[in-house]
């Protein structure tokens, strides 16, 4: 028999399709979730290349589940931008610091070059009458810098020790290139690669120290006697001052034969100056006084003198007289008579040693704009930012600072990329204020963050007047 129809059922069937249709909706959320946030996407790490599945929406995410640490000089890059995509991939390449001279300026550098030779060549990518750059090698023997391959290319030109020979295998480090020449590095001597006209340069720099001697005059003092032998305003010479001699040990420092820095390293006075005496006659009374009130006068001058005591007495040694010098105070003014103050102590006269020179501040220490405009160069073409995305990059920063290291804005802004407040560029250096490669290192990551590249930060720029 067929169930009879009551409103109570009817309302438990209708609970029954709405929670199952509710259900299909949230499986079919579900799948559909999964099937769009599952995503395939191809993960470079320092050339090593490997395919991951990730529900990660950001490329941040997706390093952090890697367990994947980037620093702050390490480039990211992504073909679909910070948003993670299916298929998407993404490339990290860990940055390490070496040492490149610019106008004989030495510059920390970081980057990612593989080898010595794509380093030299990010910074003549971008510039066709580029500053000639130089890569320092702190230690060839170091796995970052000296272990680097320096010519993937071809043979390499080696310079050392007054000789020039050709390496056939570029691609080498620079020890075994080194090792295979027979040249032995001592402790402090400079490895350096560079190009030469379209040549690569190996190039070995040997460091020696000498030490040579320097004679620094002492002048000597002079002191004023009084002498009532003299007549009133009479001088003479008591003593001949001697100057004395102080003796500087200095280090010589020398790059192939060539004096490069000096310091001094010891310093001691070998002969003492010898003061210079000079006797005067004492003071001519003013005019107009009567002698009673001279004698008055004398009285009591000689009351002061014998009882003062910054009074002195002093006997000459030549001619045994014993005189008392008066405090300068008492002299009257006007007076046309050649006595001098007291002199400075032997410690007062006596010159204070030389400083060492210190050495120059590391980084683009105030630099010039073409200076920092050299280093950019390179360090915009190892990010892929060339020909007009750093054409850009140079009219972006021409507008915004004219490439000043020192530009600041009444609003805050400072530096080559006038950063928001300046103080956001410490991330990258405490030396932001003065050193242009801090803020050319942060600006470059500003805009990969903010823009991707330099071209659309300008175009943003002359949109809205700024970025």
């Known amino acids: 028999m067929a169930r009879r129809w009551t409103p109570r059922r009817f309302v438990v069937l209708r609970r029954i399709r709405v929670a199952s249709c509710a259900l299909l909706v949230v499986l079919a959320m579900v799948l559909t979730f999964g099937i ?19 529900y990660a929406y950001s490329v941040d995410g997706l390093l952090r589940q890697q367990g994947i640490k980037v620093k702050t000089h390490d480039l990211v890059d992504s073909s679909s931008g910070g948003q993670l995509r299916n298929h998407a991939a993404v490339t990290v390449r860990s940055a390490y610091q070496t040492t490149i001279v610019i106008q004989g300026q030495r510059v920390p550098f ?10 030299l060549g990010f910074f003549e990518e971008n510039r066709k009458q580029a500053m000639k750059v130089t890569v320092d090698i702190g230690n060839v023997y170091n796995q970052l810098t000296g272990g680097l391959v320096i010519n993937q290319a071809g043979p390499v030109t080696v310079v050392a020790d007054g000789k020039t020979s050709v390496a056939p295998d570029g691609k080498l480090p620079a020890a075994s290139i080194l090792d295979s020449k027979g040249i032995v590095l001592g402790k402090e001597d400079r490895v350096s690669v560079e190009h030469d006209q379209g040549a690569t340069v190996l190039r070995v720099r040997r460091v020696t120290h000498g030490n040579t001697q320097k004679t620094i005059p002492l002048a000597f003092a002079t002191r004023t006697v009084v002498d009532p032998s003299l007549a009133p305003g009479q001088t003479q010479i008591r003593q001949e001052g001697v100057a004395g001699q102080r003796l500087q040990t ?4 020398y790059v192939d034969g060539q004096a490069e820095s000096e310091q001094v390293v010891k310093e001691e006075t070998v002969a003492m100056p010898v003061d210079q005496v000079v006797a005067v006659g ?10 009673g009130q001279q004698s008055k006068d004398k009285g009591s001058d000689h009351a002061k003198d014998t009882s003062s005591p910054s009074a002195s007495p002093n006997k000459d040694a030549q001619s045994g007289t014993t005189t008392t010098t008066p405090p300068q105070a008492s002299q009257p003014s006007g007076s046309n008579a050649t006595t001098k103050p007291d002199p400075p102590s032997q410690a007062e006269n006596t010159p204070a040693p030389s400083p060492s020179p210190s050495p120059p501040p590391s980084g683009l220490w105030h630099a010039g704009p073409g200076v920092a405009q050299a280093y950019a160069s390179g360090a915009a073409a190892q990010r ?14 021409n ?3 004219g490439w000043q290291w020192d530009a600041e804005n009444l609003s805050g802004a400072y530096g080559i990329p006038q950063s928001l407040p300046g103080s956001k560029m410490s991330q990258f250096g405490a030396n932001w204020r003065d050193d242009a490669a801090i803020q050319i290192d942060w600006g470059l990551w500003y805009i990969g963050q903010r823009y ?3 071209s659309t930060a300008w175009h943003h720029s002359e949109q809205y007047n700024w970025y």
């Open 36 to 54: 769009t946030a599952r995503k395939s996407v191809a993960l470079s790490v320092n050339g090593q290349t490997k395919t991951v599945t990730t």
């Open 110 to 119: 970081w980057t990612t070059a593989t080898s010595m030779d794509q380093l």
């Open 250 to 253: 200095i280090q010589v420092t």
């Open 282 to 291: 004492p003071d001519k009374p003013k005019e107009g006084q009567n002698s």
């Open 384 to 397: 892929g930012w060339t020909g007009s995305q750093f054409d850009d990059l140079v009219k972006l920063w």
């Open 399 to 401: 507008k915004e600072s």
């Open 452 to 454: 991707g590249n330099p």
